[in-house]
């Protein structure tokens, strides 16, 4: 068993990553789990199957994405040599059209007619209604109220697309009561539609799905790297919400001699419950969203308030394989705050011409400090999306005249 590769050996049947993960939910929705899973066992591990995800990744989504040498940005930090993994040229902008894809692909498999999902700032509601106007697939996408007013362009995008967005009202009427109404919707009709997560989180098997269909990200740049440079990059890193850009990442090099790092959103950089929303680094091992994780949680158990620059990445919990790993000592922990992240995002603006997402800037915060610690080492980035969403907030909260 152990020298099978590191993919194939976890989860277990059940769904865990030692102590992590599982699916503790009631009956009838654990009993469509199962479906799921085989479906995504047999299914989704068909030549037919695989075929068809590749040919869509070519031509639809424009993969392979590039590697690219930021020898600018490498320069002005005096450090490791520092490439990017360019997520942000996947159609939609983001990494998250990969797992989409993927689940709706499987859905149409199974004749399914509805994609159901909750969305935050709306990124992952805007790459599942492109997946089922691709596939003709209905889409029915539950979001807070609060989120609706606040992230207007991503509203438009998603019934440009063809979805209908549910407006969430109850609660804070944000994510977690997004996730509770969409997971309520799906349970009204597990038959004819599907429930589609947005990251490495939820109850099994979409940590693993998603993962295995993130996996491209790192397998592509792996090879990628290893034909500009003749070797393997000493450092990969990644930005970590729920983690499914940085699975991605990690699972092209988790067998390899590489170190991994996942760096956190530290968000004010307090370390104050509410302040931040890095799970790894400040929680505990708890139960959320039907899956066993460390979360961040209050003194009874309810997910805490959690803050981040990054809209993305604000999740008080975090994909079970990232808790497994880190506790095996396999990944490395990292942080940035909220004005590291604003100053990456201008740094990768003004000396390389590339607009980064917000969540991704925190990997590239970390970056640029790692280099100057390691300036013979070369360091890998996944670019996990671009920063044309995040461009009005930052330019009226973080001016260029004082931040860039
Ligand atoms: C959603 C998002 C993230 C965070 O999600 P993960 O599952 O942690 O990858 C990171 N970057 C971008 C651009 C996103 O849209």
Request: with cysteine; aromatic share 8%; proline share 6%.
């Amino acid at each position: 068993m152990a020298d099978k590769p590191y993919l194939k050996r976890l989860p277990d049947p059940k769904g865990y990553y030692g102590e992590y993960g599982g699916a503790a939910l009631p009956p009838d929705l654990a009993a469509e789990m199962e479906k799921i899973d085989h479906a995504y066992r047999t299914i989704g591990n068909s030549h037919d199957f695989i075929l068809r995800l590749r040919d869509i990744r070519k031509h639809f989504q424009g993969r392979p994405t590039p590697v690219y040498y930021a020898k600018r940005l490498t320069d002005s930090v005096g450090g490791a040599r520092i490439y990017l993994k360019r997520e942000d040229l996947n159609h939609t902008g983001a990494h998250k059209l990969n797992h989409c894809m993927g689940e709706a692909l499987l859905a149409s498999y199974l004749g399914k007619r509805k994609l159901i999902a909750e969305t935050g700032a709306g990124q992952h509601g805007v790459a599942l209604a492109t997946a089922a106007a691709y596939f003709g697939l209905e889409c029915e996408i539950y979001m807070g109220e609060v989120d609706i007013a606040k992230e207007h362009p991503n509203v438009i995008r998603m019934k440009m697309l063809g979805a209908k967005v549910v407006p969430v009202g109850f609660g804070q009427r944000t994510l977690k009561e997004a996730v509770d109404a969409a997971f309520e919707a799906y349970m009204q009709d597990p038959v004819t539609s599907m429930y589609a997560i947005g990251s490495v989180v939820g109850p099994h098997p979409f940590p693993m799905m998603v993962r295995d269909f993130q996996a491209v990200v790192g397998i592509e740049a792996r090879e990628q790297f290893h034909s500009m440079t003749g070797h393997l990059p000493d450092h990969v890193m990644a930005c970590v919400g729920g983690g499914s850009n940085a699975m991605g990442m990690f699972a092209g090099f988790i067998d390899d001699p590489v170190d991994l790092w996942g760096v956190e959103p530290l968000g004010r950089g307090t370390g104050k419950l509410g302040d931040h929303a890095a799970s790894l680094r400040y929680g505990r091992p708890g139960l959320i969203h039907g899956f066993t994780t460390m979360t961040l949680a209050d003194d009874d158990g309810t997910p805490a308030a959690v803050h981040s620059v990054a809209s993305g990445l604000d999740y008080p919990g975090v994909g079970p394989e990232h808790a497994y790993l880190f506790a095996q000592g396999r990944t490395r922990l990292a942080g940035a705050t909220d004005e590291d992240a604003i100053r990456a995002f201008y740094r990768l603006s003004r000396l390389e011409g590339i607009i980064p997402a917000l969540e991704s800037a925190h990997a590239l915060a970390f970056a640029s400090q790692l280099a100057v610690e390691h300036p013979n080492d070369s360091i890998l980035v996944n670019l996990s999306g671009r920063g044309d969403k995040d461009m009005d907030y930052v330019y009226e909260n973080y001016p260029p005249e004082t931040w860039a």
